[in-house]
């Protein structure tokens, strides 16, 4: 199976940071990387598929980027929605698997 | 709009069965694939099932290989999820979640879950 290594599991961050997420995978998974925004109590909402390409409505502050192992997602300037725990998935391969999540918070 | 609403779950004692429904509209059910993907309380997201828009393929984890079976009915719009020997560690919302094939997007719509208790 691959393994999928998401970090840090937690931040703490302001509105107007700039945070990053890493996901890193246990072997090459081409582009078949996508991002999800969970909030609680709610079921995952699709960011980013193909590393980098924006769902529709999804707003530009977020974006995606990496390849072969090492991807990564940005939030350019946290807005308090953003508030969440995301979620990367690779699919290249059977068993699908979600990193362990990050819990961005509110400092 | 798609839509996929989830039901039957619920409280269950260990070894017993339980079957998850899921009723999609808005969208030809029939040329999706679709995947039941879980989260146990507190916990991340684990991948369950997937089944082929054709009902041709159908993958599970190696958590829940032998015991749950995925399974469509294209006349009804509706996605299942056969549960059966359900053990302490099954307890999780299971939500239902669309594969876009054609853009590429996977899990593109999920529903707003259902949740499975097993407890004695």
């Known amino acids: 199976d691959i393994q999928m290594t998401q970090s840090p599991s937690s931040l703490s961050a302001s509105v107007g940071d700039r945070v990053t997420i890493t996901c890193r995978a246990s072997q090459g998974i081409r582009n078949d990387l996508a991002w999800y925004q969970q909030k609680p109590g709610k079921a995952p909402k699709t960011l980013i598929y193909a590393i980098s390409t924006l769902q529709s409505g999804v707003p530009s502050r977020f974006s995606g980027s990496g390849s072969g192992t090492e991807f990564t997602l940005t939030i350019s300037s946290l807005q308090p929605e953003d508030f969440a725990t995301y979620y990367c998935l690779q699919h290249t391969a059977y068993p699908w698997t979600f990193g362990q999540g990050t819990k961005v918070e509110i400092k | 709009q798609v839509q996929l609403v989830e039901s039957g779950g619920g409280v269950v004692q260990p070894g017993r069965s339980l079957r998850l429904s899921c009723a999609a509209s808005g969208f030809i059910f029939s040329s999706y694939s679709m995947h039941w993907v879980r989260q146990a309380p507190g916990k991340g997201l684990e991948w369950v099932a997937v089944i082929w828009n054709d009902g041709s393929n159908k993958l599970y984890a190696d958590s829940v290989k032998g015991r749950f079976t995925i399974s469509r009915d294209d006349s009804k719009n509706t996605l299942y999820l056969q549960m059966n020997s359900l053990r302490a560690e099954d307890t999780s919302i299971y939500y239902c979640?669309?594969?876009?094939?054609?853009?590429?997007?996977?899990?593109?719509?999920w529903g707003q879950g259902t949740l499975v208790t097993v407890t004695s």
């Open positions: 979640a669309r594969d876009n094939v054609v853009r590429a997007i996977p899990l593109d719509y």
